[in-house]
């Protein structure tokens, strides 16, 4: 999965209200992850910007919103969600907050497109936290390749759902057969 973004952001809690210092990572497919510390180790809070996000708001525009200790309030982002809830960010200076929004902004609104050549149209791919992206300079200025790949483990389920069944109805076909030996008694 390509990563868009990551850094330092203070984020206030839901239910206290207090700012809590995390570090956060932009994934390509809108997934937005909060991390006690850079190693990545443990996930505090993820959000899923391309279906929860309904705007993004920066620096002066977020009123209503007190900055933590010691921070302007034109660092401040805050991102709407969907169910009325807002995600409340502060990053360490101005022009960070600015490029996380623009960042925030350009996730949720840009799907990932693939070429395909036999039609000659482009396809929209809807991404999730299982496909790998590479991202590649494409041929000319400004162009890019995009490679999705997909887990290769996508249809463990469909046979592991498949097998169940099967063990099911040869349990269910067994049991007759373990009762025999008490019949002939």
Known sequence: ???LRSGWLWRQTSV???WKLNWCDLWIDGSLCFYKSDSRRELEHRTCLK?????V????????VTPPE?????NLVVVQLHDGSTLNLCANS???????KLTLLETRRNPVFTYDPYDDSYQA??????????ITPGAGPGTHQVVVQRDPFDDVAEHLV????????????????????LLFC
């Not at 010691?70 to 034109?74: A, D, F």
């Not at 809807?126 to 992206?133: D, E, K, R």
């Open 94 to 100: 101005e022009d960070e907050s600015i490029a996380w």
């Open 162 to 181: 498949l097998g169940l069944l099967a063990g099911l109805a040869a349990g269910a076909a067994m049991r007759s057969f373990l009762w025999m030996p």
């Open 70 to 74: 010691s921070n302007p309030r034109e």
């Open 16 to 18: 206290l209200r207090r």
């Open 51 to 55: 279906r929860t996000c309904i705007d």
């Open 1 to 3: 999965m390509a990563l």
């Open 125 to 134: 791919v809807p991404l999730n936290s299982y496909h790998t992206v590479y």
């Open 57 to 64: 708001r920066s620096g002066l525009e977020c009123a209503g």
